[in-house]
């Protein structure tokens, strides 16, 4: 299984950005799709994750309002749209797959990783 994330950039504080995020490879039909972000010195973070068809989604605390994971199964894909950018959104940004079939905020249960993406905030 092979993700191949897009998207990442510079932006504006206030601004907008979406990522994608492709699956290839043998994914099989039943997989949880998250992203993650990572900035120097911390820990990765969860951020959001979709289920299967869509119909479930899960977000770190206060970015549901902001960010929306959305999938297109049709084409393997996962999105994360991000609005209202902050600084402290600044991170490089992951996908991942997990097949364990729920909606984990644990990065240990996802199996494969993208390459990540940058997103850069400026005040």
């Known amino acids: 299984v092979q993700l191949q994330a897009s998207g990442g950039g510079t932006v504006q504080a206030g601004g907008s950005l979406r990522l994608s995020c492709a699956a290839s490879?043998?994914?099989?039909?039943?997989?949880?799709m998250g992203w993650f972000r990572r900035t120097p010195g911390k820990e990765r973070e969860f951020v959001a994750a979709i289920s299967t068809r869509g119909s479930r989604t899960n977000y770190l605390g206060d970015l549901k309002g902001r960010f929306a994971i959305s999938r297109d199964t049709s084409k393997n894909t996962v999105y994360l749209q991000m609005n209202s950018l902050k600084p402290e959104d600044t991170a490089v940004y992951y996908c991942?797959?997990?097949?364990?079939?729920?909606?984990?905020?644990?990065?240990?249960?996802?199996?494969?990783w993208g390459q990540g993406t940058e997103v850069t905030v400026s005040s």
């Open positions: 490879g043998r994914t099989g039909t039943s997989y949880t």
């Open positions: 991942a797959l997990s097949l364990a079939g729920n909606l984990y905020r644990d990065s240990t249960y996802y199996n494969y």
